[in-house]
């Protein structure tokens, strides 16, 4: 096919994470206080935001998804701090003549409450990705107490991206 590749391409990400006790919860990039001392399970930090934009990113140039570069069963990527791996993800955008718009994304978390953090979790995003912060939207609601994130045995997130040819 020879048709001119667009000029902007939309891509969308999830992901949730057990919540369990002995670990710490990091929320794009944040390290953040459980009232019950909870943590996000995962091979890597877990974050649950930043690993759903990975994910919107990668998707929106129909790379795959984050397993495929960071795989859980590689030791490489134990412990991982997510916004590292976002930043490479970033440069593979990049690299391929891409560069990011504006990301949307949704937490979904009972506790703890997300609203006082925001503003950090967008600069420290922003940063990652080298775009300006009011292209970075982080909101976050309950389940109104319903499903895994509403009986806080988990967090999750969505995530959309927009990419521009550079």
Not at 34 to 63: K, Q, R
Not at 110 to 117: A, D, F, I
């Amino acid at each position: 096919m020879n048709a001119e590749m667009p000029k902007l391409r939309i891509g969308n990400g999830y992901d949730i994470h057990r919540l369990i006790p002995g670990r710490p919860l990091i929320i794009g990039g944040v390290k953040l206080e459980h009232p019950n001392g909870l943590g996000l399970d995962g091979h890597s930090d877990a974050d649950v935001l930043t690993h759903a934009i990975m994910d919107a990113l990668l998707g929106a140039l129909s790379l795959g998804d984050i397993g495929k570069y960071f795989p859980p069963d590689k030791e490489e990527w134990k412990d991982s701090d997510s916004l590292i791996l976002l930043e490479q993800v970033n440069k593979m955008i990049l690299d391929l003549g891409w560069q990011v718009i504006n990301i949307d994304s949704v937490v979904i978390a009972e506790r703890p409450k997300l609203k006082p953090h925001i503003d950090l979790i967008r600069k420290k995003l922003a940063d990652r990705m080298a775009i300006d912060i009011e292209n970075v939207g982080v909101k976050a609601t309950t389940n109104e107490k319903l499903g895994p994130e509403g009986r806080e045995e988990g967090i999750s997130c969505h995530a959309v991206a927009l990419l521009g040819r550079k």
